[in-house]
C-alpha cells in the first residue's frame, strides 16, 4: 500500500467541498440533534443556543479535515454522500417524531 504524503494541491477543490456539502452535512447534523433532543425553535432558549454554537464547532471541524483526503473529487464525493444520509437520517427521524 503506498503512503500518502498530506499536500496542499487541489486546495480549492477540497475547501469548496467542506463549503458546500460541508455545511449541508453540518446543518443535517444539528438538525438531527435538535430532533433527538426535542429542541424548540425560540432564539432565547439555552437548547436553541447550544445548536446555533455546535453549528459554529462541527464547521471548524469539517473545514481543515477536507485536506486528510487525497484528492477534491474524493472530498466532494465523500461529504456529499455523508450528506444525504445525514438527511435522509433526519427526515425519517422527523417523519417518526410527528
Known amino acids: 500500500m503506498r503512503k500518502y504524503t498530506y499536500t496542499?494541491?487541489?486546495?480549492?477543490?477540497?475547501?469548496?467541498?467542506a463549503v458546500l456539502p460541508g455545511n449541508i452535512l453540518t446543518f443535517g447534523l444539528v438538525g438531527i440533534i435538535g430532533?433527538?433532543?426535542?429542541?424548540d425553535s425560540?432564539?432565547?432558549t439555552a437548547s436553541a443556543q447550544f445548536l446555533t454554537w455546535?453549528?459554529?464547532?462541527l464547521w471548524c471541524i469539517i473545514l481543515?479535515?477536507?485536506?486528510?483526503?487525497?484528492n477534491?473529487?474524493?472530498?466532494?464525493?465523500?461529504l456529499s454522500i455523508s450528506a444525504l444520509c445525514v438527511w435522509g437520517l433526519f427526515f425519517i427521524?422527523?417523519?417518526l417524531q410527528a
Open 8 to 17: 496542499s494541491q487541489n486546495w480549492f477543490t477540497k475547501v469548496s467541498a
Open 64 to 70: 481543515p479535515t477536507c485536506f486528510l483526503f487525497s
Open 72 to 78: 477534491g473529487k474524493r472530498a466532494w464525493n465523500y
Open 42 to 44: 425560540d432564539p432565547r
Open 93 to 95: 427521524l422527523k417523519a
Open 35 to 39: 430532533v433527538l433532543s426535542h429542541a
Open 54 to 57: 455546535l453549528t459554529v464547532l
